[in-house]
Antibody
Framework: EVQLVESGGGLVQPGGSLRLSCVASGFTFNTYWMSWVRQAPGKGLEWVAHIKYDGNEAFYVDSVKGRFTISRDNAKNSLYVQMNSLRVEDTALYYC?????????WGQGSLVTVSS | DIQMTQSPSSLSASVGDRVTITCQASRDSSNHLNWYQQKPGKAPKLLIYDGSTLDAGVPSRFSGSASGTHFTFTISSLQPEDGATYYCQQSNNVRQTFGQGTKVEVK
C-alpha cells in the first residue's frame, strides 16, 4: 500500500523558516518524480515544486523561487521542502504527492501557518 | 507559463443530471491534462489522466475529453456522493498548473 506521511508543519513568524518532510512507503521511491502542492485555507490547489526521481532537476512556481528548496533522500525514501523567508501568503496545507503528471497518491497534508 | 481557465466556479444539479466542467489552456499542454475530485477535509483524488483515461476504480460515469486546448470533464449521471470540488491540472516536466476549481452541489 502506498503511503505518504508529511510532517514538520507549524506556526512561524513572517520571515522565518520551516522544513517539511514526507516519508514514502509502498513503492520504489527512487523511480518517481515527487511533488509538493499546497492549499490555502478555503482556496484551491497550487503546485509548489517537483523534483526528478534522481534529485538532479527541480522546478518551482514563481512565487516560491529563491525561497523554497525541494530535495529528496532516496536512501531514506524521503522528500523535503525547505521554506525560507516565509510570508503570510504561504499559509496553507502542504501536500506531498507521488509523480508530476497525474498525481495518484497524496499525503494527508502538513499545515503551515505564517503569522505574527 | 500555461494558464488554465476552469468554468464554472460552482454549479448545482440534481441526482441523475449530466454535469460538464471545462478547462481552457492558454496554449497546448500536450494532453497531460488531469482531473481531480476533492471532498472537504480530504486530499484530492485523481479521476482522469492524460485528458481522457479513467484511473483505476473510478466509476465510468466520469469521463474526460480534449479538443486542442479545450478540455471537458463530464459526469454522465450525477450521484449524491459526487458532491465535491473538481480541479483540472495541466502538467509537463517543467511545471504544473491547476484550474481554479468547480464546486459541485448535489440538490
Amino acid at each position: 500500500e502506498v503511503q505518504l506521511v508529511e510532517s514538520g508543519g507549524g506556526l512561524v513568524q513572517p520571515g522565518g523558516s520551516l522544513r517539511l518532510s514526507c516519508v514514502a512507503s509502498g513503492f520504489t521511491f527512487n523511480t518517481y518524480w515527487m511533488s509538493w502542492v499546497r492549499q490555502a485555507p478555503g482556496k484551491g490547489l497550487e503546485w509548489v515544486a517537483h523534483i526528478k526521481y534522481d534529485g538532479n532537476e527541480a522546478f518551482y512556481v514563481d512565487s516560491v523561487k529563491g525561497r523554497f528548496t525541494i530535495s529528496r533522500d532516496n536512501a531514506k525514501n524521503s522528500l523535503y521542502v525547505q521554506m525560507n523567508s516565509l510570508r503570510v501568503e504561504d499559509t496553507a496545507l502542504y501536500y506531498c504527492a507521488r509523480g508530476h503528471w497525474g498525481l495518484k497518491y497524496w499525503g494527508q497534508g502538513s499545515l503551515v501557518t505564517v503569522s505574527s | 507559463d500555461i494558464q488554465m481557465t476552469q468554468s464554472p466556479s460552482s454549479l448545482s444539479a440534481s441526482v441523475g443530471d449530466r454535469v460538464t466542467i471545462t478547462c481552457q489552456a492558454s496554449r497546448d499542454s500536450s494532453n497531460h491534462l488531469n482531473w481531480y475530485q476533492q471532498k472537504p477535509g480530504k486530499a484530492p483524488k485523481l479521476l482522469i489522466y492524460d485528458g481522457s483515461t479513467l484511473d483505476a476504480g473510478v466509476p465510468s460515469r466520469f469521463s474526460g475529453s480534449a479538443s486542442g486546448t479545450h478540455f471537458t470533464f463530464t459526469i454522465s449521471s450525477l450521484q449524491p456522493e459526487d458532491g465535491a470540488t473538481y480541479y483540472c491540472q495541466q502538467s509537463n516536466n517543467v511545471r504544473q498548473t491547476f484550474g481554479q476549481g468547480t464546486k459541485v452541489e448535489v440538490k
